[in-house]
């Protein structure tokens, strides 16, 4: 499929070139459907990079650093993302502790141990997983998980506390609406991604490496840490990445269960607020400076993700090439 | 590779099954069981949620709950969720006739005419980033771009129509991604056989090429539009909120899933209520277009 433009019909017949118009006509128009995406996420940036600059301005770096958030605090606000900023990567990093190893198990489970029937089934539910809408999983976080946890994580958290230098991070208020909360029900939602990524490169281990490793009589386990993962390293990478910036995105779960606080301390149990649930919860009821700021954290949201899908999309490119 | 590492390290270990040292087993054991741990990891949640968005959920459903009104104040346990569905449906259905056709026509570029151009690279590698974008980024895209400049003085440029455009760039990179795919596992036999009968290019992609993907395309488009429809975040500030049946674009209006995340945010029983048996008529919603979605996939598969 060349990409030059077909050279236009010189000596043909009249049918002919109709036919070639409607060529270049429904070639024109399928590039420029190809060009709506870089329209698209050129509008993104320029548009609400402008309705942000307000902010951006009265702030200055203070936006990205400053710790303090007080809308209604002097003539115009306060506006400090430092711990919005901090809260998305901390409940992202939690979502990952628990999502990484379950999708690694379950790709595992899927591409090396599971029977081709219970293998079906699997998928399935993965793919039932990925299905639910976020807003489900929040609902299910705020009004049976939130309310069921706070005596759950005392149980837990206060012996942990007690451990010299593990007070701050297991110390309580245990509060249902958390961090670690939060975290969980990020986790359930990125498993399926980092799971259907890491399943598509185990999969493309040569058969003949896994086979040898087995013939030199390694266990499973010894097959799947000697062929398995050394051959899938970049790509479980890159899927991790991709969930990394799925959790950050994520907006409606956490914000109903993250608890909408300023903290700023690895506390897993702390009240704390992302960038996303902070937009999703005040902007309503924002007008002026305020919702140029919110907008704000859109921006800064936006520039985290796009960093963090760019390193994931490089990782998983090269990966693709050096496995097939 | 692998095998040669292996090779080397039986200085240090047998080959032979028999011997398979007891630390060796024990740790092989020991991973298995951590599989099975992960395993459990999903799949209990998944049937915790399930089970309380059943349980709770069918207490709720009726035919009065599905077709009447909001109620007038959250905490009442008056009202059901009619509008909330006709607004998942009205809004979707919009931005479904916007994005799918554009995607698909993008993919088209993409397979069929720029192929490993720069540009066709460039459009190819922008719609990954593009499907990365956080859903809430897109609401606020809406926001700051169609209903700012077209809010005057009383007149809010709020309504379902900016919901719709907002779950469109949602769709957009997704149906495109889905459909190259498809377009890539046509067979190159078939265009050249249409080519050979002097067919145009335009004409074998609409006759040829789109309806010998179009399974997958489909499937493809219809987990697409299930993603939109469960999405609340492109939603909260470009819909509003409605109280009555609008089955137009203009106007504000309301769905299903910005019902079950303000009613969850308010935490009255009655509010609760209202949210599981809407999160109930969201999940069978979804999962039916999903369900279709794999059925046609699996069934007409290109091979």
Known sequence: MSTAPAPAGGANGLARRGSRRADDGFHLLSR??????????????????????PAFRQEGLGFLTSRRWAPNEGAD????????????????????VFAVPASVGIALFITELAPPRVRRVMTFVMDLLAAVPSVVFGLWGVS???????????????????????????????????????????ALMVTPIITSITRDVFETTPRGQKEAALALGATRWEMIRGAVFPHSRAGMIGGV?????????????????IGAGQTTGV???????????????????????????????????FAMTILVNLAATAIVGRAGRKGS | MAATASAHSTKRRSITRSSISGGRRVRNSLATMLIYVAVAFALLPLAFVLYYVVSEGLGVVDIGFLTSELPAQVRRATGGIGPAIVGTLVITG???????????????????????????GLVRFLSNVMAGVPSIVMGLFIFTIYVIPRSTGEKSAISGKAGGLALACLML??????????????????REAAYALGTSKSRTIVTVVLPAALPGITSGALLAVARAAGETAPLLFTIGTARQFNWTLGGPNTALSAQIFSNAQTGF???????WGAALTLIVLVLLLSTVARIVAARFTVR
């Open chain 2, 94 to 120: 919009f931005a479904t006739l916007l994005a799918v056709p554009l995607g698909i026509l993008g993919a088209v570029y993409l397979n069929e005419y720029g192929g490993t151009s720069p540009l066709a």
């Open chain 1, 267 to 301: 506390r897993l149990f702390a009240s704390g607020d992302a960038l996303a649930a902070r937009i999703a919860n005040e902007f309503g009821e924002a007008e002026g400076a305020w919702r140029s700021a919110l907008i704000g954290l859109g921006v800064v949201l």
């Open chain 1, 32 to 53: 420029l459907a190809g060009l709506t995406v870089l329209v698209v996420l050129g509008l993104i940036t320029w548009s609400i990079t402008k309705e942000a600059i």
């Open chain 2, 173 to 190: 990179p997704i149906v495109i991604r889905a459909t190259e795919a498809m377009l890539r596992l046509v067979p190159g036999e078939l």
């Open chain 1, 241 to 257: 990445l991709l969930g990394l910036g799925r959790a950050m995105g994520e907006t409606i779960a956490a914000a109903l269960v």
């Open chain 1, 144 to 186: 049976v998980l939130a309310i069921k946890a706070p005596g759950f994580y005392e149980a837990i958290g206060s012996p942990l506390s007690a451990i010299p230098g593990m007070g701050g991070v297991f110390g309580g208020p245990y509060n249902g609406k958390s961090f670690l909360t939060a975290g969980f029900i990020l």
């Open chain 1, 77 to 96: 606000g306060i506006f400090g993302a430092w711990s919005f900023i901090f809260g998305t990567f901390f409940v992202s990093l939690i979502a990952l």
């Open chain 2, 269 to 275: 029983p009655a509010a609760l209520d209202r949210a």
